[in-house]
């Protein structure tokens, strides 16, 4: 079974900086899209960056020049690092990735619980 899970997220003020990590465990044969998405109260999920196993990147035009997502193949991990946070960027913040167990076998996608970003203003 592979698990995602997070880290990095709390309470930063307006203008801030934050580092979410998103670490991957279990048995893998490789890792494709990863990716971070948020969810405010009320709102539906949306995309924030994804990255691609060969390191392209895409953004929402909401945190373009703000954030920056990166990966480290051998870690089988993600990060986030999110600079100039604004009160609007507060959500929780979930890993999303897809896995493929054996070379043999169908990738499939999977979440982290999600981390809480807070920003004061």
């Known amino acids: 079974q592979v698990q995602l899970v997070e880290s990095g997220g709390g309470l930063v003020q307006t203008g801030g900086s934050l580092r979410l990590s998103c670490t991957a465990s279990?048995?893998?044969?490789?890792?494709?899209?990863m990716g971070w998405y948020r969810q405010a109260p009320g709102k539906q999920r949306d995309l924030v960056a994804t990255?691609?196993?060969?390191?392209?990147?895409n953004y929402a035009d909401s945190v373009k020049g703000r954030f920056t997502i990166s990966r480290d193949n051998a870690k089988n991990t993600v990060y986030l690092q999110m600079n100039s946070l604004k009160p609007e960027d507060a959500a929780v913040y979930y890993c999303?990735?897809?896995?493929?167990?054996?070379?043999?076998?169908?990738?499939?996608?999977?979440w982290g619980q999600g981390t809480q970003v807070t920003v004061s203003s």
């Open positions: 999303n990735a897809v896995v493929q167990r054996r070379y043999y076998t169908t990738p499939y996608n999977i």
């Open positions: 279990g048995s893998i044969f490789t890792m494709n899209h």
């Open positions: 990255i691609t196993a060969g390191g392209n990147t």
